[in-house]
């Protein structure tokens, strides 16, 4: 166990939705990270907060936002869902700002129909 | 933004054999990690290499960052059934050490 939770474990939704993934951080972590995870793509770097504030940007598509809140954690919007969405998504936590070694949660499962 | 490539893309092994799996890139890597991914759960950090020539064990996993740091290596003695997954190696680069680049992985499966 890392830690680091995200609800919901799954989600089914249809093309056009919005969908909204949440992240809390291991306890004492300011950083929080998003990627994706897919079979043709691997796993991607979407975005970085630290502390409330946005630090770093990915190949994150504009239909997607994402914020963190001032108890730390996080929030990922996913709208005009399209069918290639479908992919696990990951939040990641770190105690330092932009530090590369993270602690993964254990996902999301999205799958667009 | 920096390249990796993991090899093999699979392999398939009986328990007790040895193996090695490689992640390289054309430019240097600041640092590198490997991380282990099973199926259903998120990455799980092994490792963290920085220095050219490193080497680190974890347990029955051998680590190697290569002296020119643009390619590392993972040796697994003696291959379990629980060694099973996705091994994963990546790098931070850019404005952000904390923009982690991986590669395609390796999915490693060991048969009883």
């Known amino acids: 166990d890392s830690g680091v939770t995200q609800t919901p474990k799954h989600l089914i939704t249809a093309t056009g939705q919005r969908v909204t993934l949440r992240c809390s951080p291991r306890?004492?972590?300011?950083?929080v990270y998003w990627y994706q995870q897919s079979l043709d793509q691997g796993l991607q770097f979407l975005i970085q907060y630290y502390n409330g504030e946005e630090r770093a940007k990915g190949n994150i598509l504009e239909r997607f936002s994402a914020q963190q809140f001032p108890d730390l954690h996080s929030e990922l919007n996913l709208s005009s869902l399209e069918l290639g969405d479908s992919a696990l998504y990951f939040c990641?936590?770190?105690?330092?700002?932009?530090?590369?070694?993270?602690?993964f949660g254990p996902g999301t499962r999205l799958t667009v129909t | 933004t920096q390249l990796l490539e993991q090899s093999p893309q699979f392999l398939s092994i009986q328990e007790g054999e040895n193996l090695t799996v490689y992640c390289n890139s054309s430019s240097v890597f600041s640092s590198l990690q490997w991380y282990r991914q099973e199926p259903g759960e998120g990455p799980v950090l092994l490792v963290t290499v920085v220095t050219g020539g490193e080497v680190k064990k974890l347990k029955r996993l051998t680590f190697q960052f290569g002296d020119a740091r643009k390619d590392s290596s993972l040796h697994i003695t003696a291959a379990q059934p629980g060694d099973t997954g996705l091994y994963l190696c990546c790098t931070a680069g850019g404005t952000s050490y904390g923009k982690l680049t991986f590669g395609q992985g390796t999915i490693l499966t060991v048969h009883p």
């Open positions: 306890s004492g972590d300011l950083s």
């Open positions: 990641a936590s770190s105690a330092r700002d932009g530090y590369y070694e993270q602690y």
